[in-house]
C-alpha cells in the first residue's frame, strides 16, 4: 500500500528548505504531494512540467494526458531526468531542449508505483464544507469578486473512491428518476440526452449549473445539484479566506455548502465521501510507461 499525502499549497519549513538544498526550483511550482513517508515529492510547474523528488535525487518529469483506444483518459509519462541543476525556464521550453542538460532516469517498478499514486492525487482537492450560507452575501458577491468564506471542517483527498462515477449521458430510465427526485432543479437545468456526473447504477448524481459571470463552472464560485440515497440537494462551493494548515503543512480548500429545499443541510460523513467521490472521478486514471499501466 502506496502512503500519499497531499496536495499540499506550502510544505513545512524543513521539507522546504531540505528541497532549496537539493536545487529544486519552488518559485514555479504549484501544489506539493509526499508519498512514501517523505521518500517521494512531486510538485508541477507550467505545460505538464513536473518536478520529482525520489530519495533525494531531483528529476524533471514529461507527463501529457491522453485517451487510451478504449477512450479512457490516462496520465502518460513521456520521460523523466536526473539534472544537477535545474535550467532557467524549463517550465516552459520545449522538453526535448531540457533534457540536454540531464541524464535519462528508467524507473523501477517501486519508483513509479509510488509516482503513479502521487500523479492521481495531485489534482484531487479537500473540501471545507457546513455551516450556513453567509448573511447579506449574494451569488454576484461570490461570482463577481471572488469573495472567500470561513472555513468548516475539513474532509479528503482519498486514494480510491467507494462509489465509481463517469460522466455521460443518462439512460431514459435514469433521467426520469433524477427529474422527478428534482423537477425544480436537474429537469429545469439539464435537458435529456445532456451529460451529467452519475453513478454506475443511475442512482447518484451530480451536475453544475452555469452563472452569469462563471460560465464553465470554474473560479471563485461553483454551485449545482446532487441526488444521494433518493434524495436531491443543492451545493454552493466558494474559496475560502486563507490556507488551511494540516501540521506543518498547508493546503487549499473549497467550501461547500448544501442546502435541502430551503433549509441548510448539514452533511454525514457518507454524503460527504459520495459527494466527493462525483466531483473528483476524473482524477482516479492509470499513469502509463511504456506501455506498463500502474
Not at 517523505?38 to 505545460?47: H, I, K, N, P, S
Amino acid at each position: 500500500m502506496v502512503r500519499v499525502e497531499g496536495p499540499f499549497t506550502l510544505l513545512s519549513p524543513r521539507e522546504m528548505n531540505g528541497l532549496r538544498a537539493l536545487g529544486v526550483d519552488l518559485e514555479h511550482c504549484r501544489y506539493w504531494v509526499v508519498g512514501d513517508g517523505g521518500e517521494a515529492l512531486l510538485t508541477q510547474a507550467r505545460f505538464h512540467r513536473y518536478q520529482y523528488v525520489w530519495r533525494g535525487v531531483p528529476m524533471l518529469m514529461d507527463v501529457d494526458w491522453k485517451f487510451s483506444d478504449e477512450g479512457i483518459q490516462e496520465y502518460r509519462v513521456n520521460a523523466m531526468l536526473r539534472v544537477r541543476d535545474v535550467p532557467a525556464g524549463w517550465y516552459e521550453a520545449d522538453f526535448g531542449d531540457v533534457g540536454l542538460s540531464g541524464e535519462t532516469v528508467e524507473p523501477d517498478r517501486g519508483m513509479l508505483q509510488v509516482l503513479a499514486a502521487m500523479l492521481r492525487v495531485y489534482y484531487r482537492r479537500w473540501l471545507s464544507y457546513g455551516g450556513v450560507w453567509p448573511d447579506g452575501v449574494t451569488w454576484d458577491d461570490v461570482d463577481r469578486s471572488g469573495l472567500k468564506v470561513r472555513e468548516g471542517g475539513l474532509v479528503g483527498p482519498w486514494d480510491v473512491p467507494l462509489t465509481r462515477y463517469r460522466v455521460r449521458v443518462p439512460s431514459e430510465g435514469e433521467y426520469a428518476y433524477a427529474a422527478g427526485l428534482s423537477p425544480g432543479g436537474f429537469a429545469r437545468q439539464v435537458k435529456p440526452g445532456g451529460k451529467v456526473t452519475i453513478d454506475d447504477a443511475g442512482r447518484s448524481v451530480l451536475w453544475r449549473v452555469p452563472v452569469a459571470h462563471n460560465p464553465h463552472g470554474g473560479g471563485s464560485g461553483t454551485m449545482g445539484g446532487f441526488i444521494y440515497d433518493g434524495a436531491a440537494y443543492g451545493w454552493r462551493e466558494v474559496r475560502e479566506d486563507f490556507a488551511r494548515p494540516v501540521g506543518e503543512r498547508r493546503v487549499n480548500a473549497r467550501h461547500v455548502f448544501f442546502n435541502r429545499g430551503r433549509d441548510w443541510y448539514e452533511p454525514d460523513a457518507a454524503f460527504l465521501r459520495a459527494y466527493w467521490d462525483a466531483c473528483n472521478w476524473h482524477t482516479f486514471k492509470d499513469v502509463v510507461y511504456r506501455g506498463r499501466r500502474f
